[in-house]
């Protein structure tokens, strides 16, 4: 029972470039979501995902994209990465959706735009 | 917004219990406080959860106030390794709204 996956766990990219940070988890949980985290601040969340086919905006979701066509899956891509999106982002899940749910983080990606 | 408060920082010596203060005053009937904590750079853990009742585990206990405006998490013994920031947090349905957190730093 690996949890949740993220990978690539470091990635460096220049300005304009796409890419997808994956995450996948492996206890059929139904709620995944990604988050961002900036130096020195708390988790913002980017977007999330209640079941297969359903996401949804969270805080900050300009310049991401996802999409959940599996259980297992929620990848999230950068179409034209900036520098304001060098980040850590970490991936999260949990059973269900709702107040009485832990969610469970990957150990993030790394990302630098140059 | 965040809807919880806590101190930016805090010490404690190693083996003695660490108690990690959070307000949450605005707090609505249905929903539950949490606690994670994240060393360095890693993926937050979680630690516990509430709704009105007190609550351990293996890890820590959280004790919340009658009123639920506010509540603290124990970690009994601490230790070198409970050097972390600590997220309390309540939970907006299904959404977790991270504030700053409390710095907590175990010394020998």
């Known amino acids: 029972n690996a949890g949740v996956t993220q990978t690539p766990e470091f990635q460096v990219l220049k300005t304009g470039q796409s890419m997808t940070l994956q995450c996948a988890q492996d206890m059929n949980h139904e709620y995944m979501s990604w988050y961002r985290q900036d130096p020195g601040m708390g988790l913002r969340l980017i977007h999330y995902s209640v079941g297969a086919g359903i996401t949804d905006q969270g805080e900050v979701p300009n310049g991401y994209n996802v999409s959940r066509s599996t259980t297992e899956d929620f990848p999230l891509r950068l179409l034209s990465a900036a520098p304001s999106q060098t980040s850590v982002y970490f991936c999260?899940?949990?059973?269900?959706?709702?107040?009485?749910?832990?969610?469970?983080f990957g150990d993030g990606t790394r990302l630098s735009i140059l | 917004d965040a809807k919880t408060t806590q101190p930016p920082s805090m010490d404690c010596a190693e083996g003695r219990a660490a108690n990690l203060p959070c307000n949450h005053s605005t707090i609505s009937g249905n929903e539950y406080v949490y606690w994670y904590r994240q060393i360095h750079s890693q993926g937050p853990q979680y630690i516990i959860h509430g709704l009105k009742n007190n609550e351990t585990n293996e890890m820590a206990s959280l004790i919340i106030t009658e009123d639920r405006k506010s509540s603290t998490l124990i970690l009994p013994h601490a230790t070198l390794r409970d050097t972390a920031v600590y997220y309390c947090i309540v939970k907006d349905t299904d959404k977790l709204i991270f504030g700053t957190g409390t710095r907590l730093q175990v010394f020998p």
């Open positions: 999260a899940s949990s059973l269900t959706r709702g107040w009485n749910q832990p969610q469970h």
